[in-house]
């Protein structure tokens, strides 16, 4: 599965975003399933309101949403690449992830101690971009002098790997995260192999008081400046109230939203982003049985998306009968999009797009 690992400076709230992430598709356990695989691990359903109309339509028994899995990863301070407070322990967690949310702080609260004794998101966010910027160069110029011998013993594969490294190495050594060096599509594979920590993903979560959370503060708004700047997204919420949204039913939730002024759950917006940040797409099965969705990335061809639901499926893929959603949807279901001729058999070369309902066809 795909993976969003949650960092952020000590206190300013990952672990009440945490819980609140898990504990929310708990209590909605019928319609959002979710495990937690260990403590600070979370698998999280998306919330789409496609497969509920989907569902409807079909009469579907049974709704299951597609996931995604957050990581709590605490103990980023500054100094961890120098082995400070988890320091390589927590640089090797975030290794794993496919991308960062990355939590700053945007709440006053003189209870609340703050590590650097300052309330400044922006400067939050340098510092720990800078640890994971050391933490990059220390890895490179270790990798380096491995590789620079490998190249003199004739590795062709090295060659395209020194290359590479040198480049984000430039980019690091410029003060400035890896994630900006152009990389060529024939690069890309070798270039991802490096897992470095400053290129992958990044989405900021601005944590504000309860009174912001509908229009966000000041605070969040230089954050805001800073991720357009760099290109990154941000979403506003507040940890405290999605901390007690996840404790109420749904109808409760729904009127304590109303009241703050908010239309969904601020941790839709972060699992939604989340799910953009990795550039996943959705497609959906539809029948009497079950509506479900299921999560590839951009660009999948039609019998690696049919290898999601088992690798029988790939093996053995003949065709995939297609139906777009907006056909499935105005058109009232399968059968009457079928008549309309709306229904397209796509063979092995096919692009699945976003919100594809499919049926595979496949030899066993
Ligand atoms: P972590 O160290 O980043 O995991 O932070 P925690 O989630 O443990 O939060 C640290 C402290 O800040 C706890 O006492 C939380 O209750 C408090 N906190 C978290 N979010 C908010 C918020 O939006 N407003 C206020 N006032 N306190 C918060």
């Not at 919330?47 to 339509?57: G, M, N, S, T, V």
């Amino acid at each position: 599965g795909f993976k969003v690992g949650i960092v952020g400076l000590p206190n300013v709230g990952k672990s009440t975003l945490f819980n609140a992430l898990t504990k929310t598709a708990a209590a909605q356990a019928a319609n959002f399933p979710f495990c937690t695989i260990e403590p600070n691990v979370g698998d999280v359903a998306v919330p789409d309101d496609r497969l509920d109309k989907l569902a409807a339509i079909a009469k579907s028994a049974q709704i299951i949403p597609t996931r995604i899995t957050f990581v709590d990863i605490a103990g980023l301070v500054k100094g961890a690449s120098k082995g400070e407070g988890l320091g390589n322990q927590f640089l090797a967690n975030i290794r794993e992830v496919d991308a960062i949310a990355h939590v700053l702080r945007c709440f006053e609260d003189g209870d609340v101690v703050h590590v650097d004794g300052r309330i400044d998101p922006v400067a939050d966010a340098e510092t720990i971009e800078t640890e994971l910027m050391l933490a990059d160069i220390e890895s490179l110029e270790k990798r380096l002098q491995n590789i620079t011998r490998k190249v003199r013993g004739g590795d062709k594969d090295a060659v395209q790997q020194e290359r590479l490294m040198k480049a984000a190495m430039a980019m690091l050594e410029d003060g400035k995260p890896a994630r900006l060096v152009d990389v060529s599509d024939e690069d890309r594979k070798a270039w991802d192999m490096l897992q470095l920590l400053t290129t992958k993903p990044v989405l900021y979560v601005c944590n504000v008081a309860e009174e912001d959370a509908a229009n966000g503060n000041a605070l969040s708004d230089a954050v805001g400046q800073m991720a357009a700047a760099q290109g990154n997204s941000h979403v506003v919420i507040s940890a405290r109230i999605e901390e007690e949204i996840s404790q109420l039913d749904a109808d409760e939730a729904q009127e304590f939203l109303a009241e703050m002024g908010l239309e969904e759950p601020g941790l839709d917006r972060v699992i939604r982003a989340g799910y953009e940040l990795l550039q996943l797409q959705t497609y959906f099965t539809v029948g009497p049985k079950e509506a479900r969705a299921w999560t590839i990335t951009r660009g999948t061809l039609a019998p690696q998306a049919a290898g999601v639901i088992h690798g029988d499926f790939e093996k053995g893929f003949i065709r995939a009968e297609t139906i777009a959603y907006d056909d499935y949807v105005s058109l009232g279901g399968e059968n009457p999009a079928k008549e309309a001729g709306k229904m397209r058999a796509e063979g092995k070369g096919y692009t699945v797009k976003d919100g594809d309902v499919l049926h595979f066809l496949f030899n066993t």
